[in-house]
Structure formats: structure tokens, C-alpha cells
Nanobody, 120 residues
Framework: QVQLVESGGGLVQAGGSLRLSCAAS????????MGWFRQYPGQQRQLVAS???????NYAGSVKGRFTISRDNAKNTMYLQMVSLKPEDTAVYYC??????????????WGQGSQVTVSS
């Protein structure tokens, strides 16, 4: 089993910044890919940003230039630095990881979700 623990959500005014963190722990051999998703009420989760093999990043068009995804491989921790936040960024943010476990299998895990609220 692997656990993903998120931290860093909260309330911020428009134009402000927040940083989300996601730490992976447990019976993992390696983390192949990680990503951040967000979910608006009544909608499915949408990909915000992803990072594969530590340095190959991808962003949704709506956050490009404002959000930066990064990863500390030594700590198995991923970050999402969010600047110039807008009210439309208000959502629950979830981290995701594709993990190789001790049995050699690949498994998907999700964090518990972090509320990000941007006031206008």
C-alpha cells in the first residue's frame, strides 16, 4: 500500500499564491508519474498538471504560465506552485501518482484532496 498525503490548500485573495504538496510513502519502489487534478462541484476531475520521469511536464491551458509542477525525487514529494490565482481556480485539488510497488505491479493512488478557494 502507498499513501499520498496532501498539504497546502487554503483561502487566498485573487492574485495571490499558494503551494500544494503531495508526499508519497509506503511500499513503493518508484513513482513513474505524478499529477495534480482539480474538481469543481458536480463535475469530473480535470488534469491541471503532470510530471513524468521527474522532468517532463504538461499543463492545462488555463493554468499555463501561472502554475508550476515540480518533484523532489529523493523525498517522493510533488509540489504545485500556484501564482496569480483567479476565482475560477477555486476547486478541490487532488494529487495522483502512478507507482511501481514491491510486487512489480503498477498502481494508481490519489491524495485526500485539498480545498483551494480564491476570493475576488
Amino acid at each position: 500500500q502507498v499513501q499520498l498525503v496532501e498539504s497546502g490548500g487554503g483561502l487566498v485573495q485573487a492574485g495571490g499564491s499558494l503551494r500544494l504538496s503531495c508526499a508519497a510513502s509506503g511500499n513503493l519502489v518508484s513513482v513513474r508519474a505524478m499529477g495534480w487534478f482539480r474538481q469543481y462541484p458536480g463535475q469530473q476531475r480535470q488534469l491541471v498538471a503532470s510530471i513524468v520521469n521527474g522532468d517532463n511536464t504538461n499543463y492545462a491551458g488555463s493554468v499555463k504560465g501561472r502554475f508550476t509542477i515540480s518533484r523532489d525525487n529523493a523525498k517522493n514529494t510533488m509540489y504545485l506552485q500556484m501564482v496569480s490565482l483567479k476565482p475560477e481556480d477555486t476547486a478541490v485539488y487532488y494529487c495522483h501518482a502512478l507507482v511501481i510497488e514491491l510486487d512489480g505491479g503498477r498502481y494508481d493512488y490519489w491524495g485526500q484532496g485539498s480545498q483551494v478557494t480564491v476570493s475576488s
